[in-house]
Protein backbone atom coordinates (compact mmCIF):
# COMPACT_ATOMS: atom_id res chain seq x y z
CA UNK A 1 0.00 0.00 0.00
CA UNK A 2 1.90 3.07 -0.79
CA UNK A 3 -0.92 5.64 1.40
CA UNK A 4 -2.69 4.65 4.18
CA UNK A 5 -4.08 7.38 6.45
CA UNK A 6 -5.89 5.50 9.69
CA UNK A 7 -8.04 7.50 12.35
CA UNK A 8 -6.76 10.68 11.79
CA UNK A 9 -7.93 14.01 13.98
CA UNK A 10 -7.10 17.42 13.79
CA UNK A 11 -8.41 20.01 15.29
CA UNK A 12 -7.92 23.94 15.82
CA UNK A 13 -8.64 25.82 18.95
CA UNK A 14 -10.48 29.10 18.38
CA UNK A 15 -12.45 31.80 20.48
CA UNK A 16 -15.38 30.40 20.17
CA UNK A 17 -14.00 26.65 21.52
CA UNK A 18 -12.38 24.07 19.25
CA UNK A 19 -13.00 23.28 15.48
CA UNK A 20 -12.62 19.57 14.98
CA UNK A 21 -11.58 19.65 11.50
CA UNK A 22 -10.73 15.64 11.32
CA UNK A 23 -12.41 13.37 12.93
CA UNK A 24 -11.36 9.87 12.59
CA UNK A 25 -10.80 9.64 8.89
CA UNK A 26 -9.56 6.45 7.65
CA UNK A 27 -8.06 5.60 3.58
CA UNK A 28 -5.69 4.40 1.51
CA UNK A 29 -4.28 4.81 -1.80
CA UNK A 30 -2.25 2.48 -3.91
CA UNK A 31 0.10 2.89 -6.88
CA UNK A 32 -1.64 4.08 -9.93
CA UNK A 33 -4.62 4.32 -7.82
CA UNK A 34 -6.64 7.74 -8.11
CA UNK A 35 -9.02 8.23 -4.63
CA UNK A 36 -11.47 11.06 -5.35
CA UNK A 37 -12.21 13.29 -2.01
CA UNK A 38 -15.64 14.89 -2.33
CA UNK A 39 -17.64 16.99 0.36
CA UNK A 40 -18.80 20.68 0.68
CA UNK A 41 -16.64 23.15 1.62
CA UNK A 42 -15.68 22.71 5.09
CA UNK A 43 -15.68 19.20 5.22
CA UNK A 44 -12.17 18.67 6.23
CA UNK A 45 -10.82 17.66 2.53
CA UNK A 46 -8.51 20.33 2.37
CA UNK A 47 -7.18 20.12 5.87
CA UNK A 48 -6.92 16.46 5.66
CA UNK A 49 -4.59 16.69 2.23
CA UNK A 50 -2.19 19.45 4.52
CA UNK A 51 -1.54 17.09 7.49
CA UNK A 52 -1.20 14.26 4.55
CA UNK A 53 1.54 16.42 3.43
CA UNK A 54 2.99 18.05 6.69
CA UNK A 55 1.93 21.62 5.92
CA UNK A 56 -0.81 22.10 8.07
CA UNK A 57 -0.16 25.08 10.55
CA UNK A 58 0.52 24.37 14.10
CA UNK A 59 -0.57 26.54 15.35
CA UNK A 60 -3.57 27.01 15.17
CA UNK A 61 -4.15 23.30 14.00
CA UNK A 62 -3.39 20.53 16.39
CA UNK A 63 -2.81 16.71 15.48
CA UNK A 64 -4.68 14.54 18.27
CA UNK A 65 -4.27 11.22 16.99
CA UNK A 66 -4.13 8.84 14.18
CA UNK A 67 -1.43 7.34 11.99
CA UNK A 68 -0.24 8.55 8.24
CA UNK A 69 1.69 5.63 6.70
CA UNK A 70 3.10 6.12 3.65
CA UNK A 71 5.52 3.33 2.18
CA UNK A 72 4.78 1.45 5.83
CA UNK A 73 6.63 4.52 7.34
CA UNK A 74 4.12 6.81 9.52
CA UNK A 75 5.03 10.32 8.74
CA UNK A 76 4.04 11.87 11.81
CA UNK A 77 6.94 9.93 13.53
CA UNK A 78 8.90 11.81 11.79
CA UNK A 79 11.24 14.75 12.09
CA UNK A 80 10.80 17.97 9.80
CA UNK A 81 14.10 17.51 7.94
CA UNK A 82 13.18 13.98 7.24
CA UNK A 83 9.39 14.88 6.37
CA UNK A 84 10.98 17.85 3.73
CA UNK A 85 13.01 15.22 2.27
CA UNK A 86 9.58 12.84 1.64
CA UNK A 87 7.76 16.00 0.83
CA UNK A 88 8.24 17.33 -3.55
CA UNK A 89 10.67 14.34 -4.11
CA UNK A 90 8.23 11.49 -3.23
CA UNK A 91 5.18 13.33 -2.47
CA UNK A 92 3.57 16.12 -3.80
CA UNK A 93 0.75 18.92 -3.89
CA UNK A 94 -1.03 20.96 -6.69
CA UNK A 95 -2.59 23.37 -4.73
CA UNK A 96 -6.09 25.17 -5.42
CA UNK A 97 -5.28 28.68 -6.93
CA UNK A 98 -2.22 28.62 -8.95
CA UNK A 99 -1.42 32.37 -8.60
CA UNK A 100 -1.29 32.64 -4.98
CA UNK A 101 0.90 29.48 -4.81
CA UNK A 102 3.64 30.72 -7.31
CA UNK A 103 5.96 33.57 -6.17
CA UNK A 104 5.33 36.74 -8.07
CA UNK A 105 8.54 37.83 -7.96
CA UNK A 106 10.55 35.01 -9.56
CA UNK A 107 10.43 33.51 -13.04
CA UNK A 108 8.38 30.06 -13.53
CA UNK A 109 11.39 28.80 -14.40
CA UNK A 110 13.52 29.97 -11.15
CA UNK A 111 10.49 28.00 -9.82
CA UNK A 112 10.76 24.89 -11.43
CA UNK A 113 14.48 24.74 -11.39
CA UNK A 114 14.43 25.21 -7.61
CA UNK A 115 13.15 21.59 -7.27
CA UNK A 116 16.27 19.84 -8.80
CA UNK A 117 18.54 22.64 -7.21
CA UNK A 118 17.18 21.85 -3.82
CA UNK A 119 16.82 17.93 -3.70
CA UNK A 120 19.38 17.03 -7.09
CA UNK A 121 22.27 19.59 -6.02
CA UNK A 122 21.62 20.19 -9.86
CA UNK A 123 23.37 22.80 -11.39
CA UNK A 124 21.38 26.47 -12.26
CA UNK A 125 21.66 26.16 -16.44
CA UNK A 126 20.71 22.31 -16.28
CA UNK A 127 17.65 23.03 -13.67
CA UNK A 128 16.77 25.63 -16.14
CA UNK A 129 17.07 23.21 -18.99
CA UNK A 130 14.73 20.57 -16.94
CA UNK A 131 12.65 23.17 -16.79
CA UNK A 132 11.87 23.51 -19.84
CA UNK A 133 11.30 20.08 -20.82
CA UNK A 134 9.15 19.83 -17.82
CA UNK A 135 6.94 22.88 -19.50
CA UNK A 136 6.89 20.97 -22.85
CA UNK A 137 5.72 17.98 -20.97
CA UNK A 138 2.59 19.72 -19.50
CA UNK A 139 1.61 21.58 -23.17
CA UNK A 140 2.93 24.66 -22.36
CA UNK A 141 3.89 26.03 -26.25
CA UNK A 142 7.03 27.79 -26.75
CA UNK A 143 8.64 26.85 -23.46
CA UNK A 144 12.05 27.50 -24.19
CA UNK A 145 10.88 31.13 -24.51
CA UNK A 146 8.19 31.49 -21.70
CA UNK A 147 10.72 29.44 -19.25
CA UNK A 148 11.86 33.31 -17.99
CA UNK A 149 8.15 34.59 -18.15
CA UNK A 150 6.71 35.42 -14.70
CA UNK A 151 3.36 33.76 -13.31
CA UNK A 152 0.89 36.94 -14.02
CA UNK A 153 2.25 36.70 -17.63
CA UNK A 154 0.17 33.38 -17.99
CA UNK A 155 -3.90 32.49 -17.95
CA UNK A 156 -5.16 30.21 -15.02
CA UNK A 157 -5.02 27.57 -17.27
CA UNK A 158 -1.27 27.78 -17.88
CA UNK A 159 -0.85 28.93 -14.31
CA UNK A 160 -2.71 25.21 -13.25
CA UNK A 161 -0.04 23.05 -15.73
CA UNK A 162 2.98 24.82 -14.02
CA UNK A 163 1.65 23.61 -10.73
CA UNK A 164 1.34 20.40 -12.31
CA UNK A 165 4.75 20.45 -13.67
CA UNK A 166 6.48 21.33 -10.46
CA UNK A 167 4.53 18.56 -8.17
CA UNK A 168 5.79 16.25 -11.22
CA UNK A 169 9.30 17.54 -11.37
CA UNK A 170 10.70 14.58 -9.31
CA UNK A 171 8.63 12.15 -10.68
CA UNK A 172 6.93 11.75 -6.99
CA UNK A 173 4.97 8.24 -5.82
CA UNK A 174 1.59 10.03 -4.84
CA UNK A 175 0.53 13.29 -5.95
CA UNK A 176 -2.52 15.52 -3.57
CA UNK A 177 -3.99 17.82 -6.39
CA UNK A 178 -6.67 19.98 -4.24
CA UNK A 179 -9.03 21.52 -5.94
CA UNK A 180 -6.96 21.86 -9.46
CA UNK A 181 -10.28 22.92 -11.65
CA UNK A 182 -11.48 25.23 -9.58
CA UNK A 183 -12.06 29.16 -11.12
CA UNK A 184 -11.27 27.18 -15.10
CA UNK A 185 -13.90 27.24 -17.03
CA UNK A 186 -15.51 24.07 -18.69
CA UNK A 187 -12.98 23.53 -21.83
CA UNK A 188 -9.70 24.31 -19.67
CA UNK A 189 -11.04 21.42 -16.64
CA UNK A 190 -11.40 19.14 -18.90
CA UNK A 191 -7.82 19.63 -20.52
CA UNK A 192 -5.96 19.57 -17.39
CA UNK A 193 -7.78 16.53 -16.17
CA UNK A 194 -7.05 14.97 -19.22
CA UNK A 195 -3.32 15.82 -18.40
CA UNK A 196 -3.22 14.60 -15.00
CA UNK A 197 -4.68 11.33 -16.04
CA UNK A 198 -2.13 11.46 -18.96
CA UNK A 199 0.82 11.63 -16.46
CA UNK A 200 -0.80 9.75 -14.11
CA UNK A 201 -0.62 6.65 -16.31
CA UNK A 202 2.93 7.49 -17.41
CA UNK A 203 4.29 7.68 -13.89
CA UNK A 204 2.36 5.04 -12.19
CA UNK A 205 1.62 7.42 -9.49
CA UNK A 206 -1.17 7.72 -7.05
CA UNK A 207 -3.36 10.24 -6.68
CA UNK A 208 -5.55 12.10 -4.36
CA UNK A 209 -8.07 14.77 -6.26
CA UNK A 210 -9.85 16.88 -3.67
CA UNK A 211 -12.97 18.56 -4.95
CA UNK A 212 -16.27 19.30 -4.66
CA UNK A 213 -17.59 18.63 -8.09
CA UNK A 214 -18.46 14.85 -8.81
CA UNK A 215 -18.86 15.78 -12.51
CA UNK A 216 -15.16 16.30 -12.39
CA UNK A 217 -14.16 12.41 -10.87
CA UNK A 218 -16.92 10.39 -12.77
CA UNK A 219 -14.35 9.84 -15.11
CA UNK A 220 -10.76 9.48 -13.77
CA UNK A 221 -11.41 8.19 -10.02
CA UNK A 222 -11.43 4.84 -8.93
CA UNK A 223 -12.69 5.11 -5.67
CA UNK A 224 -14.33 8.07 -3.86
CA UNK A 225 -14.69 9.13 -0.28
CA UNK A 226 -17.62 11.32 0.36
CA UNK A 227 -16.77 13.59 3.66
CA UNK A 228 -19.13 15.09 5.79
CA UNK A 229 -18.02 17.35 9.09
CA UNK A 230 -14.55 16.10 9.17
CA UNK A 231 -15.71 12.27 8.64
CA UNK A 232 -15.91 9.90 5.75
CA UNK A 233 -19.53 8.67 5.32
CA UNK A 234 -19.01 7.05 2.31
CA UNK A 235 -16.24 4.94 0.38
CA UNK A 236 -16.89 3.14 -2.77
CA UNK A 237 -15.72 2.30 -6.08
CA UNK A 238 -16.51 5.09 -8.22
CA UNK A 239 -18.98 3.35 -10.21
CA UNK A 240 -20.82 1.44 -7.91
CA UNK A 241 -21.24 4.81 -5.81
CA UNK A 242 -22.57 6.86 -8.99
CA UNK A 243 -25.04 3.90 -9.80
CA UNK A 244 -26.52 3.51 -5.81
CA UNK A 245 -25.18 6.05 -3.36
CA UNK A 246 -25.32 4.57 0.28
CA UNK A 247 -25.66 7.29 2.10
CA UNK A 248 -28.28 10.21 2.12
CA UNK A 249 -25.58 12.50 2.27
CA UNK A 250 -24.43 11.01 -1.18
CA UNK A 251 -27.41 10.92 -2.41
CA UNK A 252 -28.08 14.31 -2.32
CA UNK A 253 -24.78 15.04 -3.59
CA UNK A 254 -25.90 13.42 -7.06
CA UNK A 255 -29.54 14.52 -7.06
CA UNK A 256 -27.89 18.23 -7.20
CA UNK A 257 -26.09 17.13 -10.36
CA UNK A 258 -28.13 19.31 -13.47
CA UNK A 259 -29.18 16.98 -15.96
CA UNK A 260 -30.52 17.23 -19.46
CA UNK A 261 -33.32 14.81 -19.36
CA UNK A 262 -34.43 17.11 -16.38
CA UNK A 263 -34.88 20.13 -18.40
CA UNK A 264 -36.90 22.50 -17.20
CA UNK A 265 -37.36 21.25 -13.57
CA UNK A 266 -36.14 22.74 -10.18
CA UNK A 267 -32.80 22.18 -9.30
CA UNK A 268 -32.44 19.73 -6.29
CA UNK A 269 -30.23 21.46 -3.58
CA UNK A 270 -29.63 19.87 0.21
CA UNK A 271 -31.71 21.23 2.46
CA UNK A 272 -29.87 23.58 5.58
CA UNK A 273 -26.35 24.24 6.01
CA UNK A 274 -23.74 22.18 7.03
CA UNK A 275 -22.53 22.15 10.85
CA UNK A 276 -20.12 24.35 12.05
CA UNK A 277 -17.33 22.05 13.27
CA UNK A 278 -17.00 24.00 16.94
CA UNK A 279 -20.62 22.76 17.54
CA UNK A 280 -21.13 19.36 15.17
CA UNK A 281 -24.57 17.94 16.09
CA UNK A 282 -24.35 15.00 18.34
CA UNK A 283 -25.41 11.49 16.97
CA UNK A 284 -24.88 11.47 12.86
CA UNK A 285 -24.10 15.28 11.96
CA UNK A 286 -25.83 14.91 8.90
CA UNK A 287 -29.53 14.33 10.76
CA UNK A 288 -30.45 17.78 10.63
CA UNK A 289 -30.42 17.70 6.91
CA UNK A 290 -30.99 14.63 6.17
CA UNK A 291 -34.49 13.61 4.75
CA UNK A 292 -34.22 9.65 6.56
CA UNK A 293 -33.48 10.84 9.69
CA UNK A 294 -34.77 8.86 12.85
CA UNK A 295 -34.54 9.04 16.48
CA UNK A 296 -31.48 7.05 16.43
CA UNK A 297 -29.87 9.43 13.82
CA UNK A 298 -30.30 11.85 16.55
CA UNK A 299 -28.61 10.25 19.22
CA UNK A 300 -25.97 7.62 17.90
CA UNK A 301 -22.83 8.11 15.75
CA UNK A 302 -22.86 5.79 13.15
CA UNK A 303 -20.00 3.74 12.59
CA UNK A 304 -18.88 2.97 9.37
CA UNK A 305 -21.03 -0.05 8.19
CA UNK A 306 -19.57 -2.64 5.83
CA UNK A 307 -21.62 -2.34 2.91
CA UNK A 308 -19.51 -5.30 1.37
CA UNK A 309 -15.99 -5.77 0.97
CA UNK A 310 -14.79 -2.63 -1.15
CA UNK A 311 -17.30 -0.20 0.20
CA UNK A 312 -18.34 1.27 3.67
CA UNK A 313 -21.42 3.85 4.59
CA UNK A 314 -21.85 5.49 7.98
CA UNK A 315 -25.51 5.32 7.77
CA UNK A 316 -27.84 3.45 9.78
CA UNK A 317 -30.60 3.35 6.91
CA UNK A 318 -27.99 2.48 4.34
CA UNK A 319 -29.79 -0.81 3.35
CA UNK A 320 -32.36 1.85 2.71
CA UNK A 321 -30.77 4.60 0.75
CA UNK A 322 -29.30 1.70 -1.26
CA UNK A 323 -33.17 0.75 -2.16
CA UNK A 324 -33.54 4.23 -2.65
Known amino acids: MLLEVRDLRVEFRAR ?10 TCQVDAGETLAVLGESGSGKSVTAQTVMGILDTPPGRITGGEILFRGQDLLKLKEDERRRI ?3 EMAMIFQDALSALNPVLTVGDQLGEMFVVHLGTSRKDARARAVELMDRVRIPAAAQRVRDY ?20 EPALVIADEPTTALDVTVQAQVMDLLAELQREYRMGLVLITHDLGVVADVAD ?14 PVHDLYKAPAHPYTRGLLDSIPRLDLKGRELYAIKGLPPSLTRIPPGCAFHPRCPMARDVCRTDPPPLYEVDEQRGSACHFWRECLDG
Open 16 to 25: DGVAHAVNGV
Open 223 to 236: RIAVMYAGRIVESA
Open 87 to 89: RGA
Open 151 to 170: PHQFSGGMRQRIMIAMALAL
